[in-house]
């Protein structure tokens, strides 16, 4: 199989043979599968103006079919089996060269346009891969670690199940041999940020392009101009290094673990290289704008059969389970029962497989709904404890989840009272949510430093806006519009500007927001929410609507699940863009709902046409819902049950 998955790893041994009596039966092989695949498979749906860019690593001869030690080795017969089969189906090889100039207006590219990568600059790109991209006359871009390349005798990286030396790496004069081919250009991997580096003060390890290191014997993270300065010397080095012994400098470089921001690509701008690649994603069109593109990342051996489905497969109908949990469950004061309950959580998470986590980064121990401190360091509000970033990266490596983090959009309770009082919505009902008055130009200052500070300080890979984000038709007179949907309108903008501001740090992230029942049920109620099911799916990635009947104190719970249910369908991208978001307890009395009624509901949207889900609370302290029935409900797993 393939995956789009930003990664942290690395690609591992490289076998050496050049025998061109094994290249033609290979080729042979491949030809023969080729030809099969084809007749099994209908031509794919990308586009002509589109570019598919696939990401190799290792490519050597003993690869198992599944399972193999090198998650993303490919054996040789497949590679060549794919090069057979993307010719076949049509698509037409380019340069990162042709790339450029079309971007730039100069000659389009030919239909169903690919651009083959190969990352780290293993020796088989010049043993395995360069003798078939001759024989296919396919061009290729090839990455290249520079401090890797001419490994020193007495030198070894840390490359996987063991060391890697000198030999496992390609050389300048290979690369000189295949740059003269025609075929070949290389791109930077960095001088030496293939790594990780302290991440936090547990000592947590992120890659090293887009971390603020942390310092143990100075207790301090790097400020943002170190940081900056240490990757555009790493940069720099790598770029000139490349120049230097080719003769060309880099035009892309193609970041490690595909970790990289809008500052890091633009100090790559200023060094030539103006092309930067993602490993989110497949096909793309190709305009001015060449940062972060989409790239399909290869491994697990996949043959033209595994290729060809990967292909095939719409990620839009790919279902969305999360759960939403709050952090103020891990953190505990004695660190040891902290991370006992962190292991909780992983555990838990990793046993159901749920896609996502939509982790609380900010502290409501009082519950009443707004921010009295953070779990990141940051300019305006107490720290908590420096927990998010453990918590959200152990949950990506240990359960395999997409992180969003989980924050309030108006609902800060600022430590300086009298800013407080100054910048507070005076709220007609004493009960309201805490909420700062967004028309205020310090409110939103300071909102959206908590986003960027909240990027800065480690993982995630999308924002899940709270729903305190609403205003009432009594609030703000004479700041806010008169009519719903422009104060509807006016606090998406708003949430915009917190998007763009953590975007600064963290690319591509995704957007969530929570939604209340009423305005989806009753669409005259926007009014008092200044929230909009319809502007909502047409301004974020998805609309969290709080389906949650026992909330609404509904008297018949299935009765009024399928009303909201036969409301977003009404809607505009409604079932593609909405998460049902259930709720796990009754907060009238503080007891579980009935694990058979969660899952009778579930059932019934999913029949229904309800094609994402999520619920809260998930307590994993206290394993409710239960892991069983959690598994049955919130797995994104095709078999979900545990194999006995």
Known sequence: MLSYAARFAVARPVPRTTASARLRRVIHRAVVCAVLAVAAWAPLAAGASELLVLSYH?????????????????????????????????????????IIAASRGGKPLPPKAVLLTFDDGLRSIYTHVFPLLRAYNYPALMAVVTSWVDLPPDQKVDYGPRMFTHDDFVTWAQLREMQASGLVEVA???????????????????????????????????????????????????????KRELG???????????????????????????????????????GADLHGLARLLVFNNPTINDLAYELRHDEALDGLRALQVDLDYVYDADPAQQARNLDKLIERVKQIGPSHVFLQAFADPDGNGSADA??????HLPMRADLYNRVAWQLKTRAHVKVFAWLPVLGFELPDAALNQRLKIQASNPDETFRLNPFEAQTRRIVADVYEDLAVSGYTEGLLFHDDALLRDDELRGQAPADPAARTQALIEFTRELARAAGKWR???????????????????????????????????????????????????????????AEVKKSPRGLSHTIFELQTVDWRDDRPIPAARLKAMAHRLQAGGARHLAWYPDNFIDDQPSTRDAREIMSVRGFPYLER
């Open 58 to 98: 290792d490519v050597r001869d003993e690869v198992a079919r599944k399972g193999d030690p090198d998650a993303y080795a490919v054996s040789t017969q497949n590679f060549a089996a794919h090069l057979d089969w993307l010719s076949g189906h049509g698509y037409h090889p380019v340069s990162l060269s042709e």
């Open 188 to 242: 930077s991997h960095s001088h030496a940020l293939h790594r990780g580096v302290t991440s936090n003060p547990q000592g947590n390890t992120m890659p090293a392009a887009i971390t603020r290191a942390w310092n143990e014997k100075t207790q301090r993270y790097e400020t943002e101009a170190e940081y900056l300065a240490r990757i555009r010397k790493d940069l720099g080095d790598s770029a000139a290094e490349i």
């Open 248 to 286: 060309v400098g880099p035009k892309s470089v193609i970041w490690p673990y595909a970790a990289y921001n809008s500052q890091t690509n633009a100090i790559a701008d200023e060094l030539g290289m103006a092309v930067t690649f993602d490993l989110e994603g497949r096909h793309q069109k190709i």
């Open 374 to 379: 953070l779990y990141f360091p940051n300019r």
């Open 507 to 565: 690319p591509k992230l995704i957007t969530v927001r929570n939604l209340f029942a009423a305005p989806v049920l009753e669409p005259r109620s926007e009014a008092w929410f200044a929230q909009n099911l319809a502007a909502f799916n047409e301004a974020y990635d998805y609309t969290a609507v709080m389906a949650m009947p026992w909330m609404e104190k509904s008297r018949d719970p299935q009765a009024w699940m399928d009303q909201l249910l």
